[in-house]
Nanobody
Framework: VQLQASGGGLVQAGGSLRLSCVAS????????MNWYRQTPGKQRELVATITRNGVTIYADSVRGRFTISRDNAKNTVILQMNSLQPEDTAVYYC?????????WGQGTQVTVSS
């Protein structure tokens, strides 16, 4: 499985960004997909999860502002980020696990200016 993330960039506080992650392979529809983020010197933080059945789970810090969704026909998971704040600045990674293996995308930088 290969994951290709895109959509990061620079935005002012209060703005929005939309991250996309495209997965290769045939397992996409059968696995949960996650978005993590990481800032220098800190552990990677789980931001949002969408199960294979479409159930969504969010970190407290983003609930109500971020929305995760998936399109199984396109092997794509989306993270819509609204009302962005400077503390959302991080490298964002898409992730999944399957049969004991963990897969990461290459990361996309999100920078929110105040």
């Amino acid at each position: 499985v290969q994951l290709q993330a895109s959509g990061g960039g620079l935005v002012q506080a209060g703005g929005s960004l939309r991250l996309s992650c495209v997965a290769s392979g045939s397992i996409f529809s059968s696995v949960a997909m996650n978005w993590y983020r990481q800032t220098p010197g800190k552990q990677r933080e789980l931001v949002a999860t969408i199960t294979r059945n479409g159930v969504t789970i969010y970190a407290d810090s983003v609930r109500g502002r971020f929305t995760i969704s998936r399109d199984n026909a396109k092997n794509t998971v989306i993270l819509q980020m609204n009302s962005l704040q400077p503390e959302d600045t991080a490298v964002y990674y898409c992730n999944t696990r399957s049969y004991g293996s963990t897969y990461w995308g290459q990361g996309t930088q999100v920078t929110v200016s105040s």
